[in-house]
């Protein structure tokens, strides 16, 4: 992807757009990246994040409410590596990452509230696909995701043009 910048999207439509809360810390070495929305909902348990990653990414962005847990991670370096290899474009977590060394040399982009060196479970226990908010905003699955350095926005349809991604 080409460079995006929210702060420009924001000038040309702000009207279309929510702007997360800013309390993300950036990982991986994308420092920008956008797509559809894709949902997952989950505490603790990061067995639907691996499920979802494993299914082709092109042209989305993952968005995990891990309902603000900083007990353990939702996230780590083989997980990364899924997304990657079946082409998400990033990665939005409510919770935590861990192996932050090894996903900031990978060509992703994350954000997330911060590290954490502890496993999820395995439960299986979650939802997809539905709506979630965390950050001052609803994620709507099928809706836009637009990330930089300056933060997170969200619309209801894509707003970049095509030499612009």
């Known amino acids: 992807m080409n460079h995006i910048s929210t702060a420009d999207l924001w000038d040309q439509h702000h009207q279309q757009l929510r702007c997360a809360d800013p309390i993300f810390y950036p990982f991986g070495m994308k420092t920008g990246f956008a797509g559809e929305i894709v949902t997952v909902k989950v505490f603790e348990d990061n067995s639907l994040v691996r499920k979802t990653l494993e299914t082709a990414g092109t042209g989305k962005v993952l968005v995990v409410d891990g309902g ?5 991670a939702l996230l780590g370096d083989r ?4 997304a990657i290899n079946n082409g998400w474009q990033g990665i939005i977590i409510y919770g935590c990452i861990r192996d932050r060394v090894a996903i900031d040399e990978m060509n992703i982009g994350v954000r997330a509230l911060n590290t954490c060196p502890v496993k999820s479970i395995k439960r299986g226990i979650g939802e997809t696909n539905i709506s979630v908010r965390f950050a001052g905003i609803v994620f709507e699955p099928g809706h836009f995701v637009y990330a930089d350095a300056d933060g997170i926005l969200v619309s209801e349809h894509w707003l970049l043009a095509e030499a612009e991604f």
Do not use: I, Y
């Not at 603000?68 to 353990?72: E, I, K, M, V």
């Not at 997980?79 to 899924?82: E, G």
């Open 68 to 72: 603000g847990s900083l007990r353990c």
């Open 79 to 82: 997980l990364a590596s899924l």
